[in-house]
Every structure is written in structure tokens, then in C-alpha cells.
């Protein structure tokens, strides 16, 4: 971890903090929301397709968010163990622009991009 992100470790963690929190009532709001928006009476062919996709919708993004709950909690954990702002890849330091901008950042740019070309690449046909 370089010197930058030493003085802002504060700051990080208050920003990892605060989207766990903001997350966790996102999800409990839309599963709320969910449970309470069964619409009663005939639904129409239209009607039915457009509650699956709605549904489908809401379960990609409750995941996403769930996703995104567990980067935080894997960051704040190296943050406590001390390994907080170093690339898990290539071990060099995350730079403090990256980490403002996703305090939950695992992967340098560079290893990012070197891993999201792998990842393009598997899922090509």
C-alpha cells in the first residue's frame, strides 16, 4: 500500500461502510417492495410476461448487489488484516484515484484489464 492511501485509510473505510449499509437497505427495500406488489385479478398474457421480466430484472439486480455487498466485506476484512490497497494479482499497490473511485477495488488497472480480457475471451462462442 503506498503512502497515499495510508493517509486516507479513514476515508476508505468510511466509504466501504457507508455502500454496505446503503446496500443492505436497497436490498431489503426491493424485497419488501416485492413481496408487497402482488396485483390481484386476471393478468393477460402481457400482463404475465411483463411481471416475469420485471421479476427477472429485480433478481439481476438484488445479485449485482449482493455481488457488490461481498467485494465490500472482502475489502474492509483486508483492510483490518492490513492488505487493503495492494493488487491481489501482482501484489503492486492500487493507486489512491482508483481506490476513491472503487474502494473495493481487488485488482490494479492493469491486472483488471488483463483479467477482463480473459474473462471476454471465455465467454466468447
Not at 36 to 43: K, P, R, S
Not at 74 to 88: F, S
Amino acid at each position: 500500500m503506498d503512502i497515499d492511501t495510508q493517509n486516507h485509510l479513514k476515508a476508505l473505510r468510511d466509504l466501504l461502510e457507508y455502500r454496505l449499509r446503503d446496500l443492505r437497505s436497497e436490498i431489503r427495500s426491493e424485497r419488501s417492495a416485492r413481496r408487497g406488489g402482488a396485483l390481484d385479478g386476471v393478468l393477460d398474457m402481457k400482463d404475465r410476461a411483463e411481471r416475469v421480466q420485471a421479476s427477472a430484472l429485480a433478481e439481476s439486480e438484488e445479485q449485482r448487489d449482493w455481488s457488490e455487498v461481498a467485494a465490500i466485506e472482502r475489502a474492509l476484512r483486508r483492510l483490518d488484516l492490513g492488505g487493503y490497497g495492494d493488487c491481489l494479482e501482482c501484489g503492486e499497490p492500487i493507486p489512491l484515484k482508483r481506490l476513491l473511485a472503487q474502494p473495493a477495488a481487488e485488482l490494479c488497472v492493469v491486472c483488471q484489464h488483463t483479467q477482463e480480457r480473459k474473462d471476454a475471451v471465455a465467454r466468447a462462442p
